[in-house]
């Protein structure tokens, strides 16, 4: 099942870019992009690349909630989609 592959790396992809936009508009204290839809993203296979854009761009690493359910969710995540190849 490479689909799971590639839905993992394209949401992964689009989650890294929203956790760099996010930070580009915290520091210009601009309108965020709302905790829901981050999560949102995560849950539909982004939380690797916002895990990674996380630690990059220093973005949500104060929040318990991201700080510690981005990582458990990538790998929950990670683990099923090698479950199901």
Avoid: C
Avoid at 30 to 40: A, C, G
Avoid at 58 to 80: A, E, V
Wanted: aromatic share 12%.
């Amino acid at each position: 099942m490479k689909l799971w592959y590639i839905v993992v790396l394209v949401m992964s992809s689009v989650g890294f870019i929203i956790m760099g936009i996010d930070k580009g508009k915290a520091r210009k204290q601009k309108w965020r992009i709302p905790e829901n839809t981050l999560w949102i993203i995560a849950l539909l296979g982004g939380a690797p690349g916002m895990w990674l854009g996380m630690a990059v761009f220093r973005h949500k690493t104060k929040h318990k909630t991201f700080k510690f359910g981005l990582p458990i969710l990538s790998l929950l995540l990670l683990g099923i989609v090698f479950y199901l190849s």
